[in-house]
């Protein structure tokens, strides 16, 4: 069965660090190019980050460049990605998202819930 | 940075009735990365159309998109009941990566 699940979730204080986690499992993880998206409470879809199969190329949105890392492991299939200087706006579901191919997100696991709070 | 904007920002409409969402982009850019998604309540968010026009696997063909350069649509071609939610475009490779337009949501009249 074709799956993501994240977790790593929680509260944690303005200034503080969290690292979220995505398994995959199902289909050729390195195949695909992984990313994370993020949804603040009552609002839109916002794109974090992604990395490309192989891990060699990585972006990031501009409210999260310098603070967030993505990083993967192709042996675990799994895909992670570590807050820094976390911010009260960085309050949100993040999501992990398989891209299929031409951009297009065609997976997408439950979400993980990231309160900033002090 | 390319920034796509959606309208309208709330669609009422009834059961059975035609419905058309449009995406508009700040530059032009290809529509083999242009996606369309669906989201309710709670829920993750579900691919549509992948490249402007391409039904995701599942998907009903009461929906279709078109479009290209900077403009984009989204059509329901009969709403059924389980269709009234947020809808978001997307677009692929403009800098910084990837970015969403804000969403319409279509609502029940």
């Known amino acids: 069965q074709v799956k993501l699940v994240e977790s790593g979730g929680g509260l944690v204080k303005p200034g503080g660090s969290l690292r979220l986690s995505c398994a995959a499992s199902g289909f050729s993880f390195s195949d695909h190019y992984m990313n994370w998206i993020r949804q603040a409470p009552g609002k839109g879809l916002e794109w974090v980050s992604y990395i490309t199969g192989g891990g060699g190329t990585r972006a990031y949105g501009d409210s999260v460049k310098g603070r967030f890392n993505i990083s993967r492991d192709n042996v675990k299939n799994s895909v992670t990605l570590d807050m820094n200087s976390l911010r009260v706006e960085d309050t949100a579901v993040y999501y992990c998202?398989?891209?299929?191919?031409?951009?297009?997100?065609?997976?997408w696991g439950q979400g993980t819930m990231v309160t900033v709070s002090s | 940075e390319s920034v796509l904007t959606q309208s309208p920002g709330t669609l009422s409409l009834s059961p059975g009735e035609r419905a058309t969402l449009s995406c508009r982009a700040s530059q032009i850019f290809s529509s083999a990365y242009l996606a369309w998604y669906q989201q309710k309540p709670g829920q993750a968010p579900r691919l549509l159309i992948y490249g402007a026009s391409n039904r995701a696997t599942g998907i009903p063909d009461r929906f279709s998109g078109s479009g290209s350069g900077t403009d984009f649509t989204l059509t329901i071609s009969r709403l059924e009941p389980e269709d009234f939610a947020v809808y978001y475009c997307?677009?692929?490779?403009?800098?910084?990566?990837?970015?969403f337009g804000p969403g319409t949501t279509v609502e029940i009249k």
């Open positions: 997307q677009q692929y490779g403009t800098s910084p990566g990837v970015s």
């Open positions: 998202a398989r891209d299929q191919g031409q951009g297009a997100f065609d997976m």
